[in-house]
């Protein structure tokens, strides 16, 4: 069963950078997946910001945070890491760590949320002066 463990939100400046990293403390091989952050503001819908396949290395980046964002994994395959750059008040939002089995990544390399199998509690990033 996979568990999906975020860390690393807090309050940052303007500006700012932080670092987020998402873990399975349950790691169960899955020869196909991919993985990512969604976030979701006060008010708004839940929305994709990063995703990267495990087959190939394919990622997605929304719009809004292209040039800003990068997404990592570890060799072991156990933790990606979101670093986040230049952060501005409108990147405040609950962070979530999700995982889409399979190969294909269809949900999560198009930033949808819906096609996410599992998902993990969610972190809280506030950027603000």
């Known amino acids: 069963q996979v568990q999906l463990v975020e860390s690393g939100g807090g309050l940052v400046t303007p500006g700012g950078s932080l670092r987020l990293s998402c873990t399975d403390s349950?790691?169960?091989?899955?020869?196909?997946?991919?993985i990512g952050w969604f976030r979701q503001a006060p008010g708004k819908e839940r929305e994709g910001v990063v995703c990267?396949?495990?087959?190939?290395?394919?990622?997605y980046y929304g719009d809004s945070v292209k040039g800003r964002f990068i997404i990592s994994r570890d060799n072991d395959g156990k933790t990606v890491h979101l670093q986040m750059n230049s952060l501005k008040p409108e990147d405040t939002a609950v962070y979530y760590c999700?995982?889409?089995?399979?190969?294909?990544?269809?949900?999560?390399?198009?930033?949808?949320?819906?096609?996410?199998?599992?998902w993990g509690k969610g972190t809280l990033v506030t950027v603000s002066p």
């Open positions: 999700a995982l889409e089995t399979g190969r294909e990544g269809t949900y999560c390399l198009a930033g949808d949320h819906r096609g996410m199998d599992h």
């Open positions: 349950r790691f169960t091989v899955h020869a196909y997946y991919t």
């Open positions: 990267i396949s495990s087959s190939d290395d394919r990622t």
